[in-house]
C-alpha cells in the first residue's frame, strides 16, 4: 500500500545540535503537516538522538544511526533511502524554514492541476532563499535573476557558471528510486545533481523567501574553496559527464575561464598536479596558455578578464569538438 505522507523532509546530521535544534524547531513550527522527517545520523555521541527525542510527539520523526560514518553526500541519500514520503526535502542542518508558512508554499506547487497533462505537472520545485552569516551580523537575499535562469532553460549546464538554484535546502522533488546525489564528489555535488534530474524537464521556482541558509566556516565546500585537488578533478569529472561540447556556450566558456583564473592554473602540468589525469580539451590548453602571458594582476580585474575572454571565445571556441 503506498505511503501517504507527501513530504520527505531528510535530514543528514553530524554533531552540531545547536544548529539542527533550530531547523527541528522550525519545521515544528510549520502549519503545513503531511510530512515526515527522516535523520540520518554520522555523530560518534549520542546527542543528535537525545535532540530527536525531545521532538516526539510534535511530528512524525524516525531516528537512524549510521552503522559507519557515511559522509558527505552518502549521508544525504541514506535519508533519501530511508523515506517514505512522494517527495523529498533535503535539509542540511545548519539551514531551516524562514517562517511557518514555508513547507506550505512548497506543497501548493506541487498540487495538480486538472488541465495540466501528465508530462506538464511539476516534478522539481525551488524557492527564493536568504543566506545568513552566522559569524557575521548580516544577510542576503537571494531570488532567481530572470536573465541567469532563461539561459538556463535552454541549456542546463550553464549552471557551471553560477548556480542560480541554490543550495539542496532550497529545493524540492519528486522521489525516483534510480536519482541520488553522486557521493565520489563534494564541490560539484548539487549541481551534478541538478543537471541530472532536470535533463528534459522544466522546473517550478517560488518567488518568495522559504528557507534560511546557514553560512559559516563550518560548511563543508568551505574546506573546499579553491583548492586545486578538489576544484580542479571535480570540474573535469562533471564536464565529461555532461559533455565537451557544452563549451559552445558561453556561459560555461566563461565559467572555465574563470576556474583556470581564479586557480592562477599557468601549465597543464598543474592540472596533473592537482589530480586530474585525463584529457584535457584543446579549447581549455588554449585558455591556460592565454592566461599564462597576462599578468595575474591584470587577470585579477573583472572587466579586462572578460574583455579578454570574449577575445579567446570569439577566436578559438571552434576548438571545442561537437
Not at 535519508?79 to 523529498?88: K, Y
Request: overall charge positive; aromatic content about 12%; charged content about 25%.
Amino acid at each position: 500500500m503506498p505511503s501517504s505522507v507527501l513530504i520527505s523532509i531528510c535530514i543528514p546530521a553530524y554533531k552540531r545540535t545547536e544548529f539542527l535544534e533550530r531547523l527541528l524547531g522550525s519545521i515544528a513550527r510549520q502549519i503545513f503537516r503531511n510530512f515526515e522527517v527522516i535523520v540520518t545520523d554520522d555523530s560518534p555521541d549520542q546527542e543528535v538522538k537525545t535532540l530527536c527525542e525531545k521532538y516526539e510527539g510534535q511530528f512524525q520523526l524516525r531516528y537512524f544511526r549510521n552503522a559507519r560514518a557515511l559522509g558527505s553526500p552518502e549521508n544525504w541519500n541514506e535519508a533519501i533511502r530511508r523515506s517514505e514520503g512522494a517527495w523529498i526535502k533535503v535539509m542540511h542542518d545548519d539551514d531551516w524554514f524562514a517562517d511557518e508558512d514555508s513547507l506550505g508554499y512548497f506543497a501548493a506547487a506541487i498540487a495538480r492541476r486538472p488541465e495540466k497533462k501528465e508530462r506538464d505537472l511539476p516534478c522539481f520545485i525551488f524557492s527564493a532563499y536568504r543566506d545568513v552569516f552566522l559569524d557575521e551580523d548580516r544577510s542576503r537575499n537571494m531570488f532567481l535573476p530572470p536573465a541567469r535562469y532563461k539561459a538556463f532553460l535552454k541549456n542546463n549546464t550553464v549552471l557551471f557558471a553560477s548556480n542560480i538554484i541554490g543550495p539542496p535546502s532550497v529545493i524540492l522533488y519528486k522521489k525516483e528510486g534510480d536519482i541520488f546525489f553522486d557521493r565520489t564528489v563534494k564541490w560539484v555535488v548539487d549541481i551534478d545533481f541538478y543537471i541530472r534530474y532536470l535533463s528534459g524537464r522544466r522546473p517550478v521556482y517560488i518567488d518568495k523567501i522559504l528557507v534560511n541558509v546557514g553560512m559559516g566556516s563550518h560548511q563543508v565546500t568551505r574546506d573546499c574553496f579553491r583548492l586545486r585537488p578538489v576544484e580542479i578533478p571535480e570540474n573535469f569529472y562533471l564536464l565529461n559527464k555532461v559533455g565537451v561540447a557544452n563549451l559552445k556556450n558561453i556561459l560555461v566558456y566563461d565559467a572555465w575561464w574563470r576556474l583556470m583564473r581564479n586557480l592562477e592554473i599557468r601549465s597543464p602540468e598543474e592540472i596533473s598536479g592537482s589530480g586530474y589525469t585525463g584529457a584535457v580539451p584543446p579549447v581549455i590548453l588554449s585558455m591556460i596558455a592565454w592566461q599564462k602571458i597576462i599578468p595575474l594582476r591584470l587577470l585579477r580585474i573583472g572587466g579586462i578578464s572578460k574583455a579578454y575572454m570574449l577575445l579567446h571565445y570569439l577566436t578559438h571556441y571552434n576548438l571545442v569538438s561537437s
